[in-house]
């Protein structure tokens, strides 16, 4: 696999460092929620001795040292690689074998202050209008049903907030008499998108809107303020991009995968952090300083609702689609189809690491003998906050 290597060496800036360093200064200034303290916290904690975690003793050379437990909350820049690994492993069971085309939409600037104040109404509502955008089409230009894998990203490089769903659809969908109807070089028209996913996305606004569902900005207290949003929303022009199809599974997973664990910035990006700054790596060598409080508020900015799946299959990928995933996979294993994906046996973490890494957990680092493990405590820290203050 290898789709989430290991640097040369350790990160010489840790984003847990300037939350720890920082962070009174950024309650002082900002107002923070509930689940944005507890990101915080954990982050704050992730493989320390507030976690717990065991001494690794090898019984060849007498080599000590500690290893502590991850705090596993997915905003958090160390978590997320096994994660991602054990992720595509599970996912390579079910990816059918044909080409993919990637598939990116995107939340027009109008529409973000409002996705800011109600973010799980209109996060939900932007993957139901893009993944019945892409079915709908293969209905319409197909005649058949698609296989849609959807993940939500909220920022650019420079961690402003830019909520879009990076979609993975196969190419080429299954019709109801059984038969695959495969497309080579052109999935639909972006335009024909993103007209489809605006008018989708307006009716959504408007049942939220009427459920009163959504937490209005400061312009939107206006009873006409709604109104004009809409008539703006319906104006511009909702970007929609796609992709040449990717010729081999194992693309797909490994292109895949690094889209469904990031989060905003990793520690790798970061160039140089002081008492006033933090500078870090954007796009096209291109870099970008921010005040160490203003780095954490827009960290922060992306932060998801608590329990909201960012992850989402549909179609074909829908878990509910078992048995026509199964009808698609047996047609397209089919003599004459592309060679399916070879089903290697689900490795476990130490194998998984050992491939991320090169490292072996099992093996002493200096010796290479067998390492014995031995359960810490984890020590008294502040635990994250229970309930919102009065």
């Not at 944005?36 to 060849?60: D, F, M, P, Q, Y």
């Not at 007498?62 to 690994?85: M, T, W």
């Not at 959504?204 to 809409?230: H, I, K, S, V, W």
Request: charged residues 25%.
């Amino acid at each position: 696999m290898g789709h989430c290597p290991a640097s040369a060496g350790r990160p010489r800036f840790d984003i847990a460092d300037i939350f720890r360093q920082h962070r009174a200064e950024l309650e002082v200034e900002h107002w923070l929620s509930v689940t944005e303290r507890r990101v915080l916290t954990a982050i704050e904690r992730c493989r320390t001795a507030a976690l717990g975690g065991h001494v690794e003793v090898c019984r060849s050379c007498g080599h000590e040292q500690p290893a502590y437990n991850s705090c596993r909350n997915r905003h958090c820049p160390k978590c997320q690689c096994l994660a991602q690994e054990k992720w595509i492993v599970a996912r390579s069971e079910r990816v059918l074998p044909v080409r993919h085309f990637h598939v990116v939409f995107t939340v027009p600037r109008e529409l973000r202050a409002l996705c800011r104040r109600a973010p799980r109404a209109l996060f939900e509502a932007l993957f139901h209008s893009a993944s019945e955008t892409l079915l709908q089409l293969g209905q319409e230009r197909l005649g058949a049903a698609l296989g849609v894998t959807m993940v939500l990203h909220t920022w650019t490089r420079d961690l402003r907030f830019h909520p879009h769903v990076h979609a993975i659809v196969t190419a080429g969908g299954m019709a109801a008499t059984g038969d695959w109807h495969p497309t080579k070089d052109f999935l639909f028209h972006v335009e024909v998108m993103g007209k489809l996913l605006r008018g989708k996305m307006l009716d959504q606004l408007r049942c939220l809107q009427r459920a009163g569902l959504l937490n209005p900005t400061r312009e939107l207290e206006d009873p006409q303020a709604f109104d004009q949003l809409m008539a703006r929303l319906a104006k511009v022009r909702w970007v929609t991009y796609a992709k040449r199809p990717f010729r081999r599974i194992e693309h797909v997973l490994a292109y895949l995968g690094r889209y469904t664990h990031r989060v905003a910035i990793s520690n790798g990006r970061l160039l140089e952090v002081t008492a006033s700054s933090v500078s870090f790596r954007t796009k096209e060598g291109k870099t970008h300083t921010v005040t160490p409080v203003e780095f954490l508020s827009r960290f922060l900015q992306h932060v998801l609702p608590d329990r909201f799946h960012k992850i989402r299959h549909y179609g074909l990928y829908a878990g509910s689609s078992g048995a026509e995933l199964e009808r698609a996979r047996a047609r397209l294993d089919s003599p004459g189809a592309p060679a399916p994906v070879t089903r290697a046996p689900c490795p476990t973490w130490q194998d998984l690491l050992r491939e991320l890494t090169g490292r072996d957990v099992e093996r002493c680092p200096r010796c290479g003998g067998p390492i014995e493990r031995i359960a810490l405590e984890p020590h008294p820290a502040r635990g994250p906050p229970a309930q919102e203050a009065a």
